[in-house]
């Protein structure tokens, strides 16, 4: 089972809203943002609420950054709502090898000032998925 930041990142690669790892325009990186290139997209799992105990059904977040050019503060923002519009209100779907029920957008889209005078957005995500196998909890 792959984490929910994993996931997502083939959603966005799918869209075409950029191209995982590698030094290109609108890199996707999971977990950690590298120094270069500027323009990068990188997801971080950020846990979630409690699973349910009794049913394979677990609540996560996780967190989508965007960091573009120095003085493309505009480009940036704009690159933010392309991620949104990627994954909000994702329809219910397995995605690799987990059912995805939901996927919400927590706020908005929020500017987190400059990383080395490069515009940095951030947006919060949860998701509602359904592993495929769990050693106790029972399926839906």
């Known amino acids: 089972m792959a ?17 995982f790892g590698g030094g290109g325009v609108w ?6 943002e590298p120094a270069t290139p500027d323009q990068v997209i990188t997801l971080y799992d950020t846990g979630g609420t409690d699973p349910n105990p009794r049913l394979l059904l677990d609540f996560q977040t996780f967190q989508v950054r965007i960091r573009g050019l120095t003085g493309d503060y ?7 709502e392309e991620v949104r519009d990627s994954l909000l209100a994702l329809p219910a779907q397995v995605i690799n090898t987990t059912r995805y029920d939901g996927v919400w957008q ?3 889209i929020a500017f987190i000032g400059p990383t080395e005078t490069r515009p940095t957005f951030i947006s919060n995500w949860r998701v509602i998925r359904e592993p495929a196998a769990g050693m106790h909890r029972v399926a839906l």
């Open 106 to 108: 927590v706020g908005d």
């Open 3 to 19: 984490v929910p930041s994993i996931d997502m990142k083939d959603v966005l690669v799918t869209d075409g809203v950029g191209v």
């Open 74 to 80: 505009q480009i940036t923002y704009e690159k933010a």
């Open 27 to 32: 890199s996707i990186y999971i977990g950690t």
